[in-house]
């Protein structure tokens, strides 16, 4: 977080907060946790993925129920968690990482330096450099077969086309990037 200052952090949280919520404001509950989650520097993008990951999970459930960024504190804590671990080192993955060959290799080996000097906004900056690479390199079928997989995940999502859009777009990518073994960072 050393890169991004107050307002900007809880800008971003609030736009993605108006993209996949009903609701235009968050509660001064949800400021207070904000405001928590901004003085014990979680990630913007921890946040993000949380915010994501929790409006998806709701949106696929028959039973919907109001979801605040207060209901994601243990999920946002949770996402913290496992970046945190990934930061020091921690797990399997780095073994999978250090098998890929080529240029990706390379990449993912400059990601696990930059996350173990503590750089990680640029390690996640070569996480997406890393996808988007490898979806651009990817024959068009490939593409093509991930996306409509996607596509047919999210058909049922009662939410607005263009969030429908985005999640089958990373959705098609996390899939095909899943299907050519290339591990991920985070």
């Known amino acids: ?11 971003k949280i609030e736009g993605a907060w108006r993209r996949w919520s009903r609701f235009l404001f968050l509660s001064s509950r949800d400021m207070e946790f904000l ?18 990951g929790g409006f998806t999970a709701v949106f696929r459930k028959k039973k919907k129920r109001m979801i605040t960024l207060w209901n994601l504190k243990k999920k946002i804590y949770g996402e913290e968690k496992k970046f ?16 890929v060959e080529g ?9 696990h330096r930059l ?8 390690a996640l900056e070569l996480e997406d450099l890393i996808t988007e690479k490898m979806w651009k390199e990817a024959a068009e079928d490939e593409r093509e077969k991930a996306l409509n997989w996607a596509k047919e995940r999210v ?8 969030a429908k ?12 990037r899943e299907r050519k073994r290339i591990p991920f960072i985070f």
């Not at 977080?1 to 800008?11: A, Q, V």
């Not at 240029?103 to 080996?109: N, W």
């Not at 996350?115 to 640029?122: I, N, P, R, T, V």
Request: no cysteine; charged share 45%.
């Open 115 to 122: 996350l173990k000097e503590g750089q990680a906004e640029k």
């Open 1 to 11: 977080m050393n890169s991004i200052d107050k307002e900007e952090y809880f800008r």
């Open 84 to 99: 945190r671990e990934k930061m020091a080192g921690a797990g399997e993955k780095w073994q999978e990482i250090f098998r």
């Open 165 to 176: 859009e985005e999640i089958a777009l990373k959705g098609a990518k996390r899939r095909l």
């Open 35 to 52: 405001e928590e989650l901004w003085l014990e520097r979680i990630p913007l993008d921890v946040v993000l993925r949380s915010l994501e």
């Open 103 to 111: 240029e990706m290799g390379e990449l993912l080996k400059r990601a």
């Open 155 to 162: 058909k049922n999502l009662k939410i607005s086309s263009e």
